[in-house]
T-cell receptor, first 113, second 115 residues
């Protein structure tokens, strides 16, 4: 069965600093990967996804993630974070025959002024 | 319209009450999901509906009863809940579970408190 590991439960950073949130997945023949963001007291929003093609995917708010098949990773990066990026970030993979997502445990990103 | 809506946003209920959570999408999606999310945890899958038929029930207690009256609506009927059922309940939808990849769109959730 597919699984997802988010290595850091909390990542505190200062505003305008770079950040990397790590995600590793269990290997599979075909894999589709997602990063979701959850702001306090809200639902999940899709941040970006890897389906096929270019291994570097970008979101509209400056985040990017790189699919690395050899390292089975899909780390999320941003070169300069804002206070408004404070949120919980979940990495997920298409896991089952029923199309359900398998989520990592989440990483809480706290951006401090 | 890429939105999934959920009502109510907040719900407080006693252990003897009966209430329902509602979810709606108008993206033409044929798969809909209920997730339960406890604080500081990832969402846990409860139910999956595919073409209005229950596809997955992740061993959820019978005090939770899902219903999919049509392709746009998904309900979760609640009865005799326990305080430990207090959580954020998220609805999601996707095009079709038979697709090779399955991007899910989430609603804002219903914050449920059981007294």
């Amino acid at each position: 069965a597919q699984s997802v590991t988010q290595l850091d439960s909390q990542v505190p950073v200062f505003e305008e600093a770079p950040v990397e949130l790590r995600c590793n997945y269990s290997s599979s023949v075909s894999v589709y990967l997602f990063w979701y963001v959850q702001y306090p007291n809200q639902g999940l929003q899709l941040l970006l996804k890897y389906l096929s093609g270019s291994t570097l995917v970008e979101s509209i708010n400056g985040f990017e993630a790189e699919f690395n098949k050899s390292q089975t990773s899909f780390h999320l990066r941003k070169p300069s974070v804002h206070i408004s990026d404070t949120a919980e970030y979940f990495c997920a993979v298409n896991g089952g025959s029923q199309g359900n997502l398998i989520f990592g445990k989440g990483t809480k990103l706290s951006v401090k002024p | 319209d890429t939105e999934v809506t959920q009502t109510p946003k907040h719900l407080v209920m006693g252990m003897t009450n009966k209430k329902s959570l509602k979810c709606e999408q108008h993206m033409g999606h044929r798969a809909m999901y209920w997730y339960k999310q406890k604080a500081k945890k990832p969402p846990e899958l409860m139910f999956v509906y595919s073409y209005e038929k229950l596809s997955i029930n992740e061993s959820v207690p019978s005090r939770f009863s899902p219903e999919c009256p049509n392709s746009s609506l998904l309900n979760l009927h609640l009865h005799a809940l326990q305080p430990e059922d207090s959580a954020l309940y998220l609805c999601a939808s996707s095009q079709d579970i038979r697709r090779e990849y399955n991007e899910q769109f989430f609603g804002p959730g219903t914050r449920l408190t059981v007294l």
